[in-house]
Nanobody
């Protein structure tokens, strides 16, 4: 049974930083794309970042230059380093893993999802 478990969320002031982690178990995703999405209250879940099996990355325009996605295949873990946080970054952040090698921005490309971790940025 595949499980994705996020950690690292919390409350931070504007301009602060957080590092999210997502540990996968049940299978290895070293050759697969993994990503981060977020969902704010009353809004649809949206793409944040993805890293492919070849380590190429893609980011939403709203986080480009502030967030960095990375992966440690030895630990079957993906990270999201978030700097210069803004109140509009407040959301539940979800980790996702794909059966595909190439990362995409579409939610349907990801078959496996974590339960989410809350990130709150106060102004």
């Amino acid at each position: 049974q595949v499980q994705l478990v996020e950690s690292g969320g919390g409350l931070v002031h504007t301009g602060g930083s957080l590092r999210l982690s997502c540990a996968a178990s049940g299978r290895t995703f070293s050759s697969n794309a993994m990503g981060w999405f977020r969902q704010a209250p009353g809004k649809e879940r949206e793409f944040v970042a993805t890293v492919s099996g070849s380590y190429s990355t893609d980011y939403a325009d709203s986080v480009k230059g502030r967030f960095t996605i990375s992966r440690d295949n030895a630990k079957n873990t993906v990270y999201l380093q978030m700097n210069s946080l803004k109140p509009e970054d407040t959301a539940v952040y979800y980790c996702a893993a794909s059966d595909l090698r190439i990362g995409t921005r579409g939610r349907r490309a990801y078959a496996y999802w974590g339960q989410g971790t809350q990130v709150t940025v106060s102004s």
